[in-house]
C-alpha cells in the first residue's frame, strides 16, 4: 500500500472522512496523525480503514490506468 500511496493519502483520507460526515467521538475531524497511525497499525478504526482501502483502490485503478495508456503511447510505430 504504502508504494500505491506514497506522500499526501492523509489529506486525501481526511477530505473523504469529511464527506462522509465521519467524525471522531469529539464530533471533530480526525487528525492526519491519527490517520498516519490507523495506517500504519498503531491504531484502529474500522471508518478509516474502509477510507483507506477505497483510495488504495482508486489510485491502483489510477496507476493501472496510466500504465497501459503509456504502454499504448509508446508501442506505436510512427
Do not use: W
Not at 504504502?2 to 460526515?21: I, T
Not at 484502529?44 to 503509456?70: C, G, M, S, V, W
Amino acid at each position: 500500500m504504502k508504494k500505491v500511496f506514497k506522500k499526501g493519502y492523509s489529506k486525501e483520507v481526511q477530505k473523504l472522512l469529511e464527506e462522509k460526515a465521519i467524525r471522531n467521538k469529539k464530533g471533530l475531524p480526525f487528525s492526519n496523525s491519527y490517520i498516519t497511525h490507523v495506517f500504519n497499525g498503531r491504531n484502529t478504526n474500522n471508518d478509516i480503514e474502509e477510507i483507506i482501502i477505497e483510495l488504495y483502490q482508486k489510485r491502483l485503478h489510477e496507476e493501472t490506468a496510466i500504465t497501459l495508456r503509456r504502454k499504448e503511447i509508446f508501442s506505436k510505430k510512427a
